[in-house]
Antibody
Framework: QVQLQESGPGLLKPSKTLSLTCTVS??????????WGWIRQTPGKGLEWIGS???????YYSPSLESRLTVSADTSKNQFYLELTSVTAADTALYYC??????????????????WGRGTSVTVSS | DIVMTQSPLSLPVSPGEPASISCRSS???????????LNWYLQKPGQSPQLLIY???NRASGVPDRFSGIGSGTDFTLKISRVEAEDVGVYYC?????????FGGGTRVEIK
């Protein structure tokens, strides 16, 4: 059974870079049937897709975050990552890593996000 | 961006009674391959969201058959034939036809 576990700093100051890691167990991120992604949740904006990556390294970003965002992966460690630069209080959220089921070779034609991590809380505050 | 609108915001239901949640999209989610790229999730209290329905009407693994998804194009409905206590939480629809992927605002189901 595939499991995802997020890890990250918890608290960081405005203007810094947020770095999160998602460790995948019970399966490989080299799967051609899946993408891997990041979702965040806030009381005000609800659930928001951040970005996703395929095992080939191809990435897909939300336009609203693209200028500050990098999603990457290390297949040898079976991990994928999020880096978000120049954070503000608006980036305070619960961050989830997820597995997307690909229904076709093309993103974002997906058959849902069938595995979610437990989420890691990130607070941006001075 | 495709805007997803759910209704109602809150839905009190008695155990054993049916429930319906509506989701409307600002653009058709019907692809020319015949699939509607609409998924439903349930976030139970204190938990991560879980996939209930994918591609409009397909139940995810382990999801009871009292859950069903119908609709096409821009109008979709999640139906629960007989609500049980374990079904409480917030239900979200989400589209995966176009990037950026977008979610509805959620419908909170509670037991009367």
């Amino acid at each position: 059974q595939v499991q995802l576990q997020e890890s990250g700093p918890g608290l960081l100051k405005p203007s810094k870079t947020l770095s999160l890691t998602c460790t995948v167990s019970g399966g490989s991120i080299r799967s051609s049937s899946h993408y891997w992604g990041w979702i965040r949740q806030t009381p005000g904006k609800g659930l928001e897709w951040i970005g996703s990556i395929y095992f080939s390294g191809t990435t897909y970003y939300s336009p609203s975050l693209e200028s500050r965002l990098t999603v990457s992966a290390d297949t040898s460690k079976n991990q994928f990552y999020l880096e978000l630069t120049s954070v503000t209080a608006a980036d305070t959220a619960l961050y989830y890593c997820v597995r997307h089921v690909a229904s076709s070779p093309w993103f974002p034609l997906l058959a849902g996000m069938d595995v979610w991590g437990r989420g890691t809380s990130v607070t941006v505050s001075s | 961006d495709i805007v997803m609108t759910q209704s109602p915001l809150s839905l009190p239901v008695s155990p054993g009674e049916p429930a319906s949640i509506s989701c409307r999209s600002s653009q058709s989610l019907l692809h020319n391959n015949g699939n509607n790229y609409l998924n439903w999730y349930l976030q139970k209290p204190g938990q991560s969201p879980q996939l209930l329905i994918y591609l409009r009407s397909n139940r995810a693994s382990g999801v009871p058959d009292r859950f069903s998804g119908i609709g096409s194009g821009t109008d979709f409905t999640l139906k629960i034939s007989r609500v049980e206590a374990e079904d409480v939480g917030v239900y979200y629809c989400m589209q995966t036809l176009q990037s950026p992927l977008t979610f509805g605002g959620g419908t909170r189901v509670e037991i009367k």
